[in-house]
């Protein structure tokens, strides 16, 4: 399923990252001071767009952050003190260019990290920046420290052809989508999509399988996007997670995502995987 189109927002590979590079912080620093390098600008939060959704480039001053090349042009960024809120994000996002997607959330994730990881967890010492900013060093005790990545389950369960979705209490009026929750510690993916449609919902989940994944900046997840085949119809919603949530037909789906009138509800924005595998759906 995963040659499926179209992919989740944010997927690609962005930039060359230029992993072998990161070591040797002379050539960095060489690539910071030379004409061609670039530095990503940031504004209230986030990292700036332009009128056309594209990311927007100024001469490196303040190069902290190797984020890559783009061609030969080496790109870097400060670090930022980054918006905690994603849905304080979502109309800058939903104007961001898709080329730019994947850069707009490293960026984010990485810069976030670093605000928050300014000592080391092992000895409470400062840490200083290296590997371009791909890590961080106690000055201490020596442990290195990398920015993590959370990993958290999206699914959509199917029973008698019917999706399952639910909506959450801080969603816009109509709006419901796939549910989710972070895989825990000794859980595998297939466990976690059991776990949670069974917590949420009720459901007993089989037949669970991987559709695709996502990078989330929000502030550092991977969403992990699945299927799975509910053995019943039955709902018993936890309603300190949820505050509704019900089945839908193809029919109330495709009314959805064509933003029909009169449509049955209003689906997730087209940055969130949540969409993407709605339209998986409908178009297998």
């Not at 089989?206 to 699945?226: E, H, K, N």
């Amino acid at each position: 399923m995963t040659d499926l189109l179209p992919d989740p927002f944010f997927s690609g590979p962005g930039l060359d990252r230029a992993d072998a590079l990161r070591a040797d912080e002379a050539a960095i620093r060489n690539l910071a001071a030379g004409p061609a390098a670039r530095q990503l600008k940031w504004h209230e939060g986030l990292p700036e767009l332009s009128n056309d959704g594209r990311l927007v480039w100024v001469t490196a001053a303040n190069p902290q952050l190797f984020l890559g090349f783009e061609g030969d042009i080496p790109c870097f960024s400060t670090i930022e003190e980054v918006t905690p809120d994603a849905r304080a994000a979502f109309p800058r996002m939903a104007l961001l260019d898709g080329n730019d997607a994947p850069l707009f959330a490293a960026a984010l994730s990485l810069s976030r990290w670093h605000s928050r990881h300014r000592f080391c967890a092992n000895s409470g010492h400062p840490t200083v920046i290296v590997r371009g900013g791909w890590s961080r060093r106690c000055a201490d005790c020596g442990a290195e420290h990398y920015p993590r990545v959370d990993p958290v389950v999206i699914m959509l369960a199917e029973h008698d052809g019917r999706l399952l979705l639910g909506r959450q209490p801080q969603y816009p009026p109509g709006r419901y989508s796939a549910l989710a929750g972070f895989v825990e510690v000794g859980e595998n993916v297939e466990a976690a999509v059991a776990r949670e449609l069974f917590e949420e919902a009720g459901v007993r989940a089989t037949d669970i399988r991987y559709v695709a994944s996502q990078p989330w900046p929000f502030p550092s997840s991977l969403m992990i996007g699945c299927r799975a085949s509910a053995e019943g119809p039955e709902l018993k919603i936890d309603t300190n997670e949820l505050e509704d949530a019900r089945w839908f037909d193809r029919e109330e789906v495709l009314a959805a995502l064509d933003e029909q009138c009169g449509a049955p509800f209003l689906p997730p924005p087209k940055t969130a995987i949540a969409r993407t595998l709605l339209e998986r759906w409908v178009a297998a």
